[in-house]
């Protein structure tokens, strides 16, 4: 299972960032998708998720301003982050999950500016 993450970049507070993973060697369309991300010194956190029926979920800290999509015929994933804080500065990780096991990218790195 390969999961390739990409998009991310410097962005100033405010603004909008869409960063994207595409999967390969999973049943994408059975998959839940999501993305973590981590910030130095502090724990990894969930930031959404989308399961195979298109169901989301977001923590609070993302709600109204994060939209995780997927489009299953390219087995990829979307985040679309809007109204981006400091705080947002991370790396961003995708993971897909089966009923057989989670499997993480190497990460994409996000930095916000203020």
């Known amino acids: 299972v390969q999961l390739q993450a990409c998009g991310g970049g410097l962005v100033q507070a405010g603004g909008s960032l869409k960063i994207s993973c595409t999967a390969s060697?999973?049943?994408?369309?059975?998959?839940?998708m999501g993305w973590h991300r981590q910030a130095p010194g502090k724990q990894r956190e969930s930031v959404a998720t989308?399961?195979?029926?298109?169901?989301?979920t977001y923590p609070d800290s993302m709600k109204g301003r994060a939209t995780i999509s997927r489009d299953n015929a390219k087995n990829t994933v979307y985040l679309q982050m809007n109204n981006l804080r400091t705080e947002d500065t991370a790396v961003y990780y995708c993971?897909?999950?089966?009923?057989?096991?989670?499997?993480w990218g190497q990460g994409t790195q996000v930095t916000v500016s203020s």
């Open positions: 060697g999973i049943t994408f369309s059975r998959t839940i």
């Open positions: 993971y897909a999950a089966d009923q057989r096991s989670a499997y």
């Open positions: 989308i399961t195979s029926a298109g169901f989301t």
